[in-house]
């Protein structure tokens, strides 16, 4: 699953520490999202959208098959 | 439910779950005493624990052995454990780390992989042990049983429980 939120943040001036700090991860789980690495969980991507004040497909894009 | 408090996927009370691991590295300190205890008391000699043959040696040594690490272990546990619950910082940095849920997932699986590793050598080592000792080929294959119903066991509480 692809998602914006390096873009996001980076349009915002936002350090991956501080999204990290604000959603309750570590800087290295935030590192794998933006690498697609890994899928966050519903809690997590529910707690980033808010963050941006966005909904979650906005910022996590489902791919189909 | 304590199947929930257990196994879900709940946020961990890091205070809480260190002055538990502090409670258990005492719980390591006692039984590392006990078992350097137990080599001093049976120094006599008993029918379980002849401490007057080769073996015997070997079983004192490798219980002072096991106690010393133990107690070591339990140590280290209270002291680190402390040093969080002392340091706000750094209990809040663990916080983070302990609840993050990509760590817990690493963790779990882990310990998952560890297990398929673990049956696979168990069966390489039952294939290898039916041509050495018929002791250990016996004792390989309880192990295997053992593991298989803990296995079983999990799979039956995970799926009430989630």
Redesign the interface.
């Known amino acids: 699953m692809k998602n914006r939120i390096q873009e996001l943040r980076k349009e915002l001036k936002i350090r991956q520490e501080d999204l990290?700090?604000a959603v309750?991860?570590?800087r290295?789980?935030i590192i794998?999202l933006e690498n697609g690495k890994?899928n966050?969980?519903l809690?997590?991507a529910y707690k980033i959208a808010r963050y941006f004040g966005k909904q979650i497909e906005d910022i996590f894009l489902f791919e189909e098959g | 439910m304590w199947l929930n408090q257990l196994f879900g996927n709940n946020s961990i009370d890091i205070a809480k779950r260190c002055r538990t691991r502090m409670k258990v590295g005492a719980g390591f300190m006692v039984l590392g005493a006990a078992a350097i205890g137990m080599v001093f008391l049976l120094k006599g000699g008993t029918p379980a624990l002849d401490l007057n043959t080769d073996v015997g040696e070997f079983i004192s040594e490798y219980y002072t052995g096991l106690g010393v690490a133990l107690m070591a272990a339990g140590a280290a546990l209270i002291i680190k454990n402390r040093r969080y619950l002392k340091n706000p910082q750094l209990l809040k940095k663990r916080e983070v780390a302990e609840n993050d849920e990509r760590n817990r997932l690493i963790g779990l699986r882990c310990w998952a992989y560890t297990g398929y590793a673990m049956f696979l050598v168990l069966y390489i080592g039952i294939l290898i042990s039916g041509f050495i000792s018929i002791t250990v080929l016996v004792v390989l294959q309880a192990v295997i049983a053992i593991y298989a119903l803990i296995l079983l066991a999990f799979r039956i509480l995970l799926n009430r429980c989630m």
């Open positions: 990290a700090d309750g991860v570590t290295q789980t794998s890994y966050a969980s809690q997590l």
